[in-house]
C-alpha cells in the first residue's frame, strides 16, 4: 500500500457542485498538507496542517476548506466547484525535521465542467 | 519572500548526454534544499536533499546537486541520461519557518 492514499484519482464534477477530496497516510507524520499543480505555475499550497488541531491556510486558500479527521487524515473540500479549480491536487506528509522532505500522495485530477 | 526559481522550463537532451537543470533560490539564511522529480500521471518522488555539510548530494537513479552559496544556486545533474529520466523536475526549499517553496518546474525530454 502506498505511505499516501488519494481518493478519488480522477473526478468530474459540475460547477456549483461540492466536492471532497480525500487523503491518508501510513507514514505516522503530524504535517500534510494539499497542493494544487497547474502547468507553468508549480506547486502552490492550498492548506497545511501541523497536527489535528492545528490548520493554516496557504497562499491559494479562497474557494477551499479543510477538515483533519486524525493524524492520518486530511480532507480537501471545495464547497462550490468552479471551472478554475479544475488542476490535478496533491496531498504530502513531513515529519518535524523535513529529514526526508515531503512524502506525495499520487494526486487527484479533478476537472470542473 | 523566500523563492525558488528554475529558469529553464523545457530542456531536450540526447539519450547519453549530461544533464544540469538549474535551481536557484532566495533566502537570508541556507535553506533546505530539495530536488523532486515527477513522472506523468505520478506524484513527485524526492531525489535527494541538503541540509548541511557537504556541499555535493549524492541522490536516487544516478543524480546528483550541488550547493553553491555565492550563486544562490542548486543545480541537479546527472553524467548520462536515460529515456525513463524524461520527467518534470521541482526543486524545492524550506526555511526555518517550516515553510516549503517550490520553483514551478522543468520539463525533461530525451531523444533516442
Known amino acids: 500500500d502506498a505511505d499516501v492514499t488519494q481518493t478519488p484519482r480522477n473526478r468530474i464534477t459540475k460547477t456549483g457542485k461540492r466536492i471532497m477530496l480525500e487523503c491518508s497516510q501510513t507514514?505516522?507524520?503530524?504535517?500534510m498538507y494539499w497542493y494544487r499543480q497547474d502547468p507553468g505555475l508549480g506547486l502552490r499550497l492550498i492548506y497545511y496542517s501541523f497536527d489535528v488541531k492545528d490548520i493554516n491556510k496557504g497562499e491559494i486558500s479562497d474557494g477551499y476548506s479543510v477538515s483533519r479527521q486524525a493524524q492520518a487524515k486530511f480532507s480537501l473540500s471545495l464547497e462550490s466547484a468552479i471551472p478554475n479549480q479544475t488542476a490535478l491536487y496533491f496531498c504530502?506528509?513531513?515529519?518535524?525535521?523535513?529529514?526526508?522532505?515531503?512524502?506525495f500522495g499520487s494526486g487527484t485530477r479533478l476537472t470542473v465542467v | 519572500a523566500q523563492s525558488v526559481t528554475q529558469p529553464d522550463i523545457h530542456i531536450t537532451v540526447s539519450e547519453g548526454a549530461s544533464l544540469e537543470l538549474r535551481c536557484n533560490y532566495s533566502?537570508?539564511?541556507?535553506?533546505?534544499l530539495f530536488w523532486y522529480v515527477q513522472s506523468p500521471g505520478q506524484g513527485l518522488q524526492l531525489l535527494l536533499k541538503?541540509?548541511?555539510?557537504?556541499?555535493l548530494v549524492q541522490g536516487i537513479k544516478g543524480f546528483e546537486a550541488e550547493f553553491k552559496r555565492s550563486q544562490s544556486s542548486f543545480n541537479l545533474r546527472k553524467p548520462s541520461v536515460h529515456w525513463s529520466d524524461a520527467a518534470e523536475y521541482f526543486c524545492?526549499?524550506?526555511?526555518?519557518?517550516?515553510?516549503?517553496?517550490f520553483g514551478t518546474g522543468t520539463s525533461l525530454t530525451v531523444i533516442p
Open positions: 507514514k505516522g507524520h503530524d504535517r
Open positions: 541538503y541540509f548541511s555539510g557537504d556541499t
Open positions: 524545492a526549499s524550506v526555511n526555518t519557518g517550516n515553510q516549503f517553496y
Open positions: 533566502y537570508g539564511a541556507t535553506p533546505y
Open positions: 504530502a506528509t513531513s515529519d518535524w525535521g523535513h529529514t526526508i522532505g515531503y512524502t
